[in-house]
């Protein structure tokens, strides 16, 4: 027997006789304090996807708009911040009525029952639910910028950005996680494979559609030019970093931490979101094989990210071998969405609407295989639902743009690159034009 077995045998004999409390409960504010931890450290994981959206779509695009897509993954994730700050965080949480919101301007922290030493089951600080709902808003939009890349006006691009995480993405996000009427409905939707995924995917196809492919995608007879990215070591890299941040996506969605109760469905949403991504990644290389007689990487990487896509919607209650399956389907869907994007002639630069908004779908429908209180039928109303309020809205305000400041870059600053055109440097000083002037 070994010393932690002998340890063990002798806690359960006190136990036994009353001299120690067995499976004691923590106290209420321990637990408030391990819901805040979570909150905290899982929120950080989720800020950490921004460099994986950040790297991903700099290997993805030409190395010409490669500081371009830095700057908007920077700013878009300060611009979530301070949108969320001013009307999202309200809109989307504070006396939802069924549809909506309160538009009450600005945001702060009321902790007063906790600092008086009064702590609700499963309480946490104001600020750390706060910062952990925040992050989520930028991931949102962090789609939007991969799929629209190398053609859009920077400005432009960033109206957009106020306009969906400051209403779109919070109305939208209060008829579920505000306990609005598709929440009441029975509609569940775990982490957010349609709050999230699927609202950045219509925002990005819609835009898409609206602004038109890059010069040189599509030839005049209607074939497809493949236009390769720079850097795929860092597109690897970022979804790597994406992989990892989304433990905190999925994990800190529990909500506490409180409990051993608590500890095992985090646990469970931990492996089942990392198996779900791998089950991606391995039915797109198998798929890619079998279609194309070759491996591709980009199908791999994007495999990965709609694994992780799928099993958003409901991480805790799959088995693992499920949640495999359910990545493996998401994997299956890019590898067809890619081709047929291209068939309609939409330009997606790094695959973010089939990744983000078709594995968002299939994830969010899945969740009435292996959540015994939704309905099939219900889930398809909230994909439905959401769908044509972000389509409605994100149109609207794509041609409001387009017909006042514009959104599309000229033909001449497109061929040019937008990091000379709009930001007058260059990613790559030594490789690229920059590297002839001397």
Same mark, same amino acid.
């Given at each position: ?10 806690? *359960? ?5 009353? +001299? ?12 408030? #304090? ?7 450290? !899982? ?12 790297? /991903? ?6 190395? $010409? ?7 908007? !993954? ?9 949108? =969320?700050?001013? &009307? ?43 910062? =952990? %709902? ?8 962090? &789609? ?26 919070? #109305? %939208? ?20 494979? *349609? ?22 995608? =599509? *030839? ?65 290389? #198998? /798929?890619? %094989? ?14 990965? #990210? @709609? ?16 949640? &495999?399956? &359910? ?17 309609? $002639? ?8 089939? @990744? ?9 429908? @899945?969740?009435?295989?292996?959540? +015994? ?5 219900? %889930? ?8 044509? =309020? ?49």
């Amino acid at each position: 027997m070994t010393k932690f077995k002998i340890a063990a045998a002798a806690m *359960t004999v006190l136990a036994l006789v009353g +001299a120690v409390p067995a499976y004691a409960a923590v106290d209420g504010e321990t637990a408030y #304090i391990l819901n805040t931890f979570s909150f905290l450290v !899982n929120g950080a994981l989720v800020m950490w996807m921004g460099a994986g959206f950040a790297m /991903l779509e700099s290997g993805l695009v030409r190395s $010409k708009n490669t500081a371009t897509i830095c700057l908007k !993954n920077i700013s878009l994730y300060a611009i979530a911040g301070l949108t =969320f700050y001013l &009307i999202g965080y309200n809109l989307m949480y504070l006396d939802v009525t069924g549809y909506i919101g309160s538009f009450s301007p600005f945001w702060g922290p009321v902790d007063t029952e906790a600092l008086a030493g009064t702590f609700a089951d499963g309480g946490y600080s104001a600020s750390s639910d706060w910062f =952990f %709902q925040m992050v989520f808003v930028a991931t949102a939009a962090s &789609i939007v910028s991969g799929a629209l890349a190398e053609r859009i006006k920077l400005w432009s691009f960033l109206g957009f950005v106020v306009l969906l995480t400051a209403i779109i993405y919070p #109305i %939208q996000g209060s008829w579920v996680w505000g306990g609005g009427w598709l929440s009441q409905m029975g509609f569940s939707d775990y982490a957010g494979s *349609t709050l999230v995924h699927s609202v950045g995917g219509w925002s990005a196809l819609t835009g898409a559609i609206i602004l038109g492919a890059r010069k040189g995608k =599509f *030839t005049a007879d209607g074939k497809v030019n493949p236009i390769p990215g720079a850097n795929l070591p860092l597109a690897t890299l970022g979804t790597f970093i994406l992989w990892l941040g989304w433990f905190g996506f999925n994990g800190g969605s529990v909500l506490a931490l409180g409990s051993a109760a608590n500890a095992i469905e985090m646990s469970n949403v931990y492996a089942n979101t990392n198996m779900a991504a791998a089950g991606g990644v391995i039915a797109a290389m #198998i /798929l890619t %094989q079998i279609m194309y007689k070759k491996v591709d990487l980009t199908m791999a990487l994007n495999g990965a #990210i @709609a694994g992780l896509v799928s099993i958003t919607a409901e991480p805790a209650d799959p088995t693992v071998g499920a949640a &495999i399956l &359910i990545g493996a389907v998401g994997g299956v869907i890019v590898v067809f969405a890619v081709p047929l994007l291209d068939k309609l $002639k939409i330009d997606d630069v790094v695959g973010a609407i089939p @990744a983000h908004l078709c594995a968002g779908i299939w994830g969010t429908l @899945a969740v009435a295989f292996s959540d +015994a209180d939704a309905t099939f039928l219900t %889930q398809l109303i909230g994909v439905v639902s959401i769908g044509a =309020f972000v389509i409605v809205l994100s149109t609207i305000f794509w041609l409001i743009l387009k017909y006042t400041v514009g959104i599309r870059s000229s033909e001449e600053d497109e061929i040019m690159g937008l990091d000379k055109a709009e930001l007058g440097l260059e990613a790559y000083p030594e490789f690229g034009q920059g590297s002839q002037s001397f």
